[in-house]
């Protein structure tokens, strides 16, 4: 695809971006394209975040149809002009306040879908929980994140960018790190270089809600002995000795730190809490 003409679009629509919004449009053809590929094969498409449109008009050529959620209702009349395709409709919604099992339902019928998005930087760690907690809704995730967001995500056990986010991602999907992107390719540029991301849910990821909790609490005094944490001793209802006998039951040291554990150590110790803790 030829490389859209942001700027010239936006005027001659008379539209000024929102930063609040984390408007950052798209204006390589190329990385446009790459992008789309990475969605394939994807017959249920739900992106995040239209812009211009660029990349959801590639997006109706991949899929069988594809549906977009934007918040921005004053870039609506560009954008009935730009996706014109019969198998697209817009949602003109907060992607945060939409339910997903009902977006799934009215959309997809209930079938799995691809979620594609260069996503709104303000709300990436939002938008991932609400990925997490609609498991297994959807099949596959091609989203373009912050790069340090993405290496976070993706990061080993033990070093300073391992979270309670990396432990969530991992233990929901497998993913992969597909190529980054420079802030030359927006429009305006960003103050950041970006990252294209893919995600599949593990098969055996586990129940959403309350492994969410579980690890959040873990990581809530990162720095502490997991023993000490009060939001782990409150999650669990027990204490320190509690705490201690299950690390060891897990075959984990009683005095180490979460952020030590791998993500296969954290699903073990959470079978063991459901186990003794319910
Ligand atoms: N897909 C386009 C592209 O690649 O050029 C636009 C990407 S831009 C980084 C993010 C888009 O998400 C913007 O169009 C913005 O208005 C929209 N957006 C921001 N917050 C949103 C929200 N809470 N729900 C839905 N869309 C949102």
Redesign the pocket.
């Known amino acids: 695809m030829n490389d859209p003409d942001v700027r010239a679009l936006l005027a001659r629509h008379g539209l000024t971006l ?1 930063k609040n ?6 204006r390589s053809g190329a990385v ?1 394209e790459q992008i789309a590929s990475a969605a394939r094969p994807a017959e249920r498409i739900l ?6 449109g ?3 008009v590639l997006l109706c050529r991949e899929a069988g149809q594809v549906v977009t ?4 209702r004053s ?1 609506e009349p560009l954008l009935r002009q730009e996706v014109t395709a019969e198998n697209h409709r817009f949602l003109w ?4 306040k939409c339910s997903w099992p009902e977006l799934a339902e009215t959309c997809f019928g209930g079938k799995p879908f691809t979620v594609v ?5 303000y ?1 990436t760690t939002d938008i991932l929980m609400a990925l997490f907690r609609s498991l297994p809704l959807w099949e596959q995730a091609v989203l ?1 994140v912050q790069k340090e967001v993405a290496d976070r995500l993706f990061a080993a056990p033990g070093g300073k960018d391992y979270r309670a986010a990396s432990v969530l991602l991992q233990s929901f999907c497998s993913g992969e790190l597909l190529f980054d992107v420079p802030p030359g390719c927006f429009f305006p540029p960003p103050h950041v270089t970006s990252t294209v991301l893919r995600l599949r849910p593990r098969p055996d990821a586990p129940e959403p809600e309350p492994y969410i909790r579980f690890v959040q609490a873990c990581f809530a005094a990162r720095r502490k002995q997991l023993a000490a944490s009060p939001a782990l001793r409150l999650l669990l209802q027990t204490d320190k000795e509690g705490i201690s006998a299950l690390l060891r039951e897990a075959g984990l040291p009683a005095d180490a730190r979460g952020e030590t554990f791998s993500p296969g150590d954290f699903r073990r110790l959470y079978n063991l809490a459901q186990k003794n803790f319910g």
Do not use: C, H, R, W
């Open positions: 929102s919004l984390g408007q950052n449009f798209l446009l992106e995040i975040g239209a812009g211009i660029s990349l959801t959620v934007e918040i921005d870039l919604s907060d992607i945060l998005g260069n996503l709104p930087y709300i373009m």
